[in-house]
Protein backbone atom coordinates (compact mmCIF):
# COMPACT_ATOMS: atom_id res chain seq x y z
CA UNK A 1 0.00 0.00 0.00
CA UNK A 2 3.06 2.32 0.66
CA UNK A 3 4.87 2.18 -2.60
CA UNK A 4 1.19 2.28 -4.03
CA UNK A 5 0.52 5.35 -2.55
CA UNK A 6 3.96 6.93 -3.50
CA UNK A 7 3.65 6.37 -6.99
CA UNK A 8 0.03 7.45 -7.01
CA UNK A 9 0.87 10.67 -5.54
CA UNK A 10 3.93 10.94 -7.68
CA UNK A 11 1.22 10.66 -10.78
CA UNK A 12 -0.85 12.62 -9.46
CA UNK A 13 1.80 15.79 -9.09
CA UNK A 14 2.85 14.76 -12.76
CA UNK A 15 -0.78 15.31 -13.60
CA UNK A 16 -1.57 18.84 -11.68
CA UNK A 17 1.75 20.46 -12.94
CA UNK A 18 0.86 19.16 -16.85
CA UNK A 19 -2.73 20.29 -16.34
CA UNK A 20 -2.03 23.79 -14.93
CA UNK A 21 1.04 24.22 -17.74
CA UNK A 22 -1.96 24.36 -19.90
CA UNK A 23 -2.57 20.70 -20.18
CA UNK A 24 -6.20 19.20 -21.77
CA UNK A 25 -8.94 18.07 -19.92
CA UNK A 26 -8.06 14.43 -19.96
CA UNK A 27 -4.87 15.64 -17.93
CA UNK A 28 -7.50 17.02 -14.91
CA UNK A 29 -9.46 13.44 -15.18
CA UNK A 30 -6.24 11.60 -14.87
CA UNK A 31 -5.02 14.24 -11.74
CA UNK A 32 -8.56 13.35 -10.22
CA UNK A 33 -8.35 9.28 -10.45
CA UNK A 34 -4.80 9.14 -9.01
CA UNK A 35 -4.78 11.25 -6.34
CA UNK A 36 -8.16 9.92 -4.92
CA UNK A 37 -7.21 6.45 -5.54
CA UNK A 38 -4.10 7.58 -3.39
CA UNK A 39 -6.86 7.64 -0.64
CA UNK A 40 -7.65 4.49 -0.79
CA UNK A 41 -3.95 2.87 -1.18
CA UNK A 42 -3.59 5.35 2.16
CA UNK A 43 -4.98 8.11 3.89
CA UNK A 44 -2.06 10.31 4.24
CA UNK A 45 -2.00 10.98 0.29
CA UNK A 46 -4.94 13.47 2.18
CA UNK A 47 -2.27 15.83 3.19
CA UNK A 48 -0.57 15.88 -0.78
CA UNK A 49 -4.05 16.38 -1.87
CA UNK A 50 -4.80 19.26 0.86
CA UNK A 51 -0.98 20.64 -0.91
CA UNK A 52 -2.45 20.82 -4.25
CA UNK A 53 -5.40 22.62 -3.17
CA UNK A 54 -3.56 25.36 -0.95
CA UNK A 55 -1.61 25.71 -4.35
CA UNK A 56 -4.55 27.13 -5.66
CA UNK A 57 -3.95 30.69 -4.12
CA UNK A 58 -0.63 31.05 -5.92
CA UNK A 59 -1.71 29.84 -9.51
CA UNK A 60 -1.88 32.41 -12.30
CA UNK A 61 -5.93 33.50 -12.59
CA UNK A 62 -6.84 31.51 -15.63
CA UNK A 63 -5.49 27.99 -14.28
CA UNK A 64 -7.68 28.69 -10.84
CA UNK A 65 -10.87 27.54 -11.90
CA UNK A 66 -9.76 24.47 -13.96
CA UNK A 67 -7.40 23.04 -11.31
CA UNK A 68 -10.13 23.72 -7.83
CA UNK A 69 -12.75 21.65 -9.95
CA UNK A 70 -10.49 19.44 -10.54
CA UNK A 71 -9.60 19.33 -6.76
CA UNK A 72 -13.14 19.28 -5.71
CA UNK A 73 -13.70 16.35 -7.69
CA UNK A 74 -10.80 14.10 -6.58
CA UNK A 75 -12.21 14.81 -2.97
CA UNK A 76 -15.75 14.07 -3.87
CA UNK A 77 -14.00 10.74 -5.05
CA UNK A 78 -12.35 10.09 -2.11
CA UNK A 79 -14.94 11.37 0.11
CA UNK A 80 -16.05 7.46 0.86
CA UNK A 81 -12.97 6.05 2.33
CA UNK A 82 -12.23 9.50 4.18
CA UNK A 83 -15.82 8.81 5.83
CA UNK A 84 -15.64 5.06 6.49
CA UNK A 85 -11.73 5.93 8.21
CA UNK A 86 -13.67 8.76 10.37
CA UNK A 87 -16.95 6.56 11.34
CA UNK A 88 -15.47 3.65 11.98
CA UNK A 89 -12.66 4.35 14.11
CA UNK A 90 -12.32 1.04 16.20
CA UNK A 91 -8.68 1.78 17.36
CA UNK A 92 -6.72 0.55 14.65
CA UNK A 93 -3.91 3.07 15.11
CA UNK A 94 -4.13 3.15 18.78
CA UNK A 95 -0.53 1.63 19.54
CA UNK A 96 1.06 5.02 18.19
CA UNK A 97 2.45 7.46 21.10
CA UNK A 98 1.81 10.96 21.20
CA UNK A 99 5.26 11.93 18.99
CA UNK A 100 8.23 14.30 20.44
CA UNK A 101 10.30 16.54 18.59
CA UNK A 102 13.18 14.02 18.69
CA UNK A 103 10.13 11.67 16.95
CA UNK A 104 9.95 14.64 14.34
CA UNK A 105 13.51 14.65 13.50
CA UNK A 106 13.70 10.58 13.42
CA UNK A 107 11.08 10.69 10.80
CA UNK A 108 13.01 13.23 8.94
CA UNK A 109 16.32 11.19 8.84
CA UNK A 110 14.13 7.94 7.77
CA UNK A 111 12.54 10.14 4.87
CA UNK A 112 15.85 10.92 3.45
CA UNK A 113 18.02 7.74 4.06
CA UNK A 114 18.19 7.08 7.65
CA UNK A 115 21.29 9.38 8.91
CA UNK A 116 21.49 12.91 10.14
CA UNK A 117 24.17 13.67 7.04
CA UNK A 118 21.75 12.63 4.60
CA UNK A 119 19.16 14.54 6.30
CA UNK A 120 21.55 17.77 6.45
CA UNK A 121 22.59 17.41 2.44
CA UNK A 122 18.71 16.66 1.73
CA UNK A 123 17.90 20.08 3.36
CA UNK A 124 20.37 21.91 1.77
CA UNK A 125 20.26 20.66 -1.32
CA UNK A 126 16.04 20.93 -1.04
CA UNK A 127 16.67 24.79 -0.10
CA UNK A 128 18.96 25.84 -2.63
CA UNK A 129 16.26 24.22 -5.24
CA UNK A 130 13.42 25.92 -3.67
CA UNK A 131 14.63 29.38 -3.65
CA UNK A 132 16.52 29.67 -7.09
CA UNK A 133 12.93 27.97 -7.92
CA UNK A 134 10.93 30.78 -6.60
CA UNK A 135 12.70 33.13 -8.91
CA UNK A 136 11.33 31.44 -11.51
CA UNK A 137 8.20 32.72 -13.89
CA UNK A 138 5.93 29.91 -12.64
CA UNK A 139 6.16 30.65 -8.51
CA UNK A 140 3.35 28.35 -8.09
CA UNK A 141 5.66 25.18 -8.17
CA UNK A 142 7.88 25.63 -5.72
CA UNK A 143 4.64 26.40 -3.54
CA UNK A 144 3.16 22.99 -4.75
CA UNK A 145 6.51 20.82 -3.94
CA UNK A 146 7.05 22.69 -1.03
CA UNK A 147 3.86 22.07 0.55
CA UNK A 148 3.59 18.59 -0.94
CA UNK A 149 7.32 17.62 0.63
CA UNK A 150 6.27 19.52 4.28
CA UNK A 151 2.37 18.95 4.78
CA UNK A 152 2.59 15.13 4.79
CA UNK A 153 4.98 15.30 7.80
CA UNK A 154 3.89 18.57 9.75
CA UNK A 155 0.05 18.06 9.62
CA UNK A 156 0.28 14.94 11.30
CA UNK A 157 2.61 15.17 13.66
CA UNK A 158 0.48 18.68 14.85
CA UNK A 159 -2.31 16.38 14.47
CA UNK A 160 -1.13 13.58 17.18
CA UNK A 161 -1.17 16.04 19.69
CA UNK A 162 -4.91 15.22 19.59
CA UNK A 163 -5.01 11.52 18.27
CA UNK A 164 -1.55 10.11 17.45
CA UNK A 165 -0.84 8.78 13.53
CA UNK A 166 2.46 10.42 13.12
CA UNK A 167 4.70 7.30 11.74
CA UNK A 168 7.63 7.36 9.37
CA UNK A 169 6.04 5.13 6.79
CA UNK A 170 2.92 6.67 6.44
CA UNK A 171 4.38 9.97 5.86
CA UNK A 172 6.33 8.24 2.61
CA UNK A 173 3.97 10.13 -0.04
CA UNK A 174 5.88 13.47 1.01
CA UNK A 175 9.05 11.24 -0.39
CA UNK A 176 8.27 11.79 -4.00
CA UNK A 177 8.43 15.86 -3.38
CA UNK A 178 11.25 15.77 -0.82
CA UNK A 179 13.19 13.97 -3.76
CA UNK A 180 11.58 16.64 -6.40
CA UNK A 181 13.37 19.47 -4.18
CA UNK A 182 16.46 17.73 -3.82
CA UNK A 183 16.91 17.33 -7.66
CA UNK A 184 16.20 20.58 -8.20
CA UNK A 185 18.77 21.89 -5.78
CA UNK A 186 21.30 19.67 -7.70
CA UNK A 187 20.15 21.03 -10.96
CA UNK A 188 20.73 24.69 -9.77
CA UNK A 189 24.29 24.13 -8.67
CA UNK A 190 26.70 25.22 -11.00
CA UNK A 191 29.39 23.34 -9.94
CA UNK A 192 28.69 18.98 -10.29
CA UNK A 193 28.77 17.14 -7.00
CA UNK A 194 30.44 14.38 -8.53
CA UNK A 195 33.96 14.09 -10.67
CA UNK A 196 33.83 11.13 -12.31
CA UNK A 197 37.32 10.41 -13.65
CA UNK A 198 37.70 9.28 -17.79
Request: with cysteine; hydrophobic share 60%.
Amino acid sequence: GYSLATFLVALACFFYVRGVDGGQGRDWVAYAAAISLAFYAHLFAAFVWLAHALTIAALPRPARTRTATAVVAAGALAAPVVLLAVARDTGQINWIEEPSLRELGRVSRALTGGTTTLLIVYAALGLVGLVLAARADARWKPVMVASAAALPVLVPFALSFAKPMFVDRFSIVALPAIVTLVALGIVRLRRPLFVVPS
